[in-house]
């Protein structure tokens, strides 16, 4: 994985540090099309839209994937200890330097993380002091999960 996801500007990521929360999903794309489109509308009409961010997958495999509890101790332990660079956040979790590179790239490519950089040092950043993954399943499916394509 390459580092191509280009910095966030310095107001989103001020804006991300108000949040708390990061809320992860499962949906289908139709779905997540039609929440952005719902949302889009009521903007224009001048009615509040629920501005909580959201993380969606469009499927369990993807979303398990990704958040492994490997990841999920990194993401503790970066928000826990703040590391000043890559390389202190893989002394934290003693692991590989690279692998841990490779995650936080990923990670940072989906939003979950930033990364600060000072110098030759890239400072990886959480910005959220809870994670909350809902996972809604289809009640027509008889309680199954449902997975999208």
């Known amino acids: 994985m390459n580092d191509t996801t280009p910095p966030l500007h ?3 990521r001020e804006q991300l540090r108000g949040e708390s929360t990061l809320v992860v999903t499962v949906k289908s794309s139709s779905e997540f099309h039609d929440d952005v489109t719902d949302g889009i509308e009521t903007l224009e009409r001048g009615d509040a839209v ?3 961010p959201m993380l969606s ?3 369990y495999d993807d979303l398990m ?3 492994t ?5 990194l993401i503790e332990a970066i928000r826990r200890e703040e590391p000043s660079s890559i390389n202190e ?3 934290v979790v003693d692991r590989d330097v690279k692998n841990v590179h490779e995650e936080l790239s990923r990670l940072a490519q989906l939003g979950i993380i930033f990364f600060e950089e000072d110098g030759q040092s890239k400072r990886p950043v959480v910005w959220f002091d809870e994670l909350v993954i809902t996972l809604p399943f289809d009640p027509a ?3 199954t999960a ?3 394509p």
């Not at 509890?69 to 101790?73: A, E, I, M, Q, Y």
């Open 141 to 143: 499916a008889g309680g």
């Open 146 to 148: 449902t997975a999208a």
């Open 57 to 59: 997958f469009t499927s």
């Open 10 to 12: 310095p107001m989103e």
């Open 89 to 91: 956040a893989a002394r």
């Open 69 to 73: 509890p490997r990841v999920l101790n």
């Open 65 to 67: 994937e990704t958040l």
């Open 50 to 52: 629920d501005s909580t």
